[in-house]
């Protein structure tokens, strides 16, 4: 049976999953900010899965795109062998790069979106983690203390950043920093998703979020705030 999915759109929730022996505490919040009219990014919870995707397109395209892949997403289970996941993901996102292609726009800009997050996953006896990619919506984990960024951004200016023409702080307020190289939709062909694994220990910290958070703030500043809080929910 399918895990029992919320998707998270202009609220906040909380709560707790018992799985494989991990406690996980987990806290989405969504808000739309101050300066767009429509919240185009949403997040999708279920038991030891959580994703963001954050839709492009204009007016309600994005929102409806942002949507789309999260439902389709929803249908890949958690708890399953890693190599099983992972081929379930990738059958989830051609699915969703179909559904999402078909959505209509009111302007040349066809909707697209963002995906990211982790599913946990057994691997060799024990839980892992296995996180998907596709766009710049990002996933961390910050462990001991240090905030590391797990995922790689399908990005104009990223690709500056690998070549050394720009430097991290110079790519978050570069005017390209919105050119994304890889998305589900946005006139794509076969969707082209990273996948990274690593052991799911306790008193690690996944943040999954997209650049309305990471635009505005560094990640010094992120890791501060994990680090402070009192739990996801704060």
Not at 138 to 151: A, I, V
Not at 181 to 198: I, N
Request: charged share 25%; proline share 4%.
């Amino acid at each position: 049976t399918m895990d029992a999915a919320t998707i998270v759109r202009d609220e906040s929730r909380c709560g707790t999953d018992t799985l494989a022996g991990l406690v996980l505490e987990w806290a989405a919040v969504c808000n739309v900010g101050r300066v767009r009219e429509a919240n185009e990014d949403a997040a999708l919870v279920a038991p030891g899965k959580y994703l963001l995707a954050d839709g492009m397109g204009g007016h309600d395209s994005g929102e409806v795109a942002s949507e789309t892949a999260l439902l389709t997403l929803a249908d890949v289970e958690s708890l399953h062998d890693q190599t099983q996941t992972q081929l379930a993901l990738i059958d989830s996102l051609v699915r969703a790069q179909e559904r999402v292609g078909e959505i209509a726009t009111e302007t040349e800009r066809r909707a697209g979106t963002t995906a990211t997050g982790a599913v946990l996953v057994m691997h060799e006896g024990a839980p892992h983690w296995l996180v998907v990619n596709i766009g710049d919506s990002r996933t961390y984990r910050m462990q001991g203390g240090m905030l590391t960024q797990l995922t790689v951004d399908h990005s104009q200016v990223q690709e500056f950043v690998d070549a050394g023409f720009l430097t991290p702080e110079q790519a978050r307020v570069d005017p390209r920093r919105n050119v994304i190289t890889r998305a589900l939709g946005a006139g794509m062909a076969e969707p082209d998703a990273d996948f990274f694994s690593m052991p799911a220990l306790p008193g690690d910290t996944i943040l999954v979020c997209s650049d309305g958070l990471t635009g505005e703030l560094p990640d010094e500043e992120i890791a501060d705030i994990l680090a402070d809080a009192d739990g996801p929910e704060k």
